[in-house]
């Protein structure tokens, strides 16, 4: 059965920027927003040499890595061509105001 654990408020995540979610002993999970209010849940690691993409800039529905500017698909996780790579992402819902999300 799907698990929704709610982990913070709409509010709380800048627009087109992003949270750290942190886990202990396990990757930390970046929730970024976008400018018309679109929430995605990745892995806060990029797929090229794990920089830390919730310090990335967000624009439209991708984000760019603060290290060597790799471009990554929110909705997926897919290092954008011509690079390749993909982070984990994670499942996320909204509900009047509060995020969740499915975690392992
Ligand atoms: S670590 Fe993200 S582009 Fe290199």
Redesign the pocket.
């Known amino acids: 059965m799907t698990e929704w654990k709610a982990v913070c408020q709409l509010a709380d995540i800048p627009a087109q920027g992003a949270r750290v979610l942190k886990r202990e002993g396990k990757v930390d999970i970046a929730i970024f927003r976008t400018a018309d209010d679109q929430l995605f849940a990745l892995h806060d690691k990029?797929p090229?040499?794990?920089?830390p993409l919730s310090q990335g800039i967000v624009s439209g529905r991708s984000v760019a890595?603060p290290?060597?500017?790799?471009h990554i698909d929110l909705a997926t996780g897919q290092a954008c061509a011509p690079d390749e790579g993909c982070t984990g992402h994670i499942a996320l819902k909204q509900e009047a105001g509060t995020v969740f999300l499915v975690l392992d």
Request: aromatic residues 10%; hydrophobic residues 20%.
């Open positions: 990029c090229h040499k794990g920089g890595c290290l060597h500017n790799w």
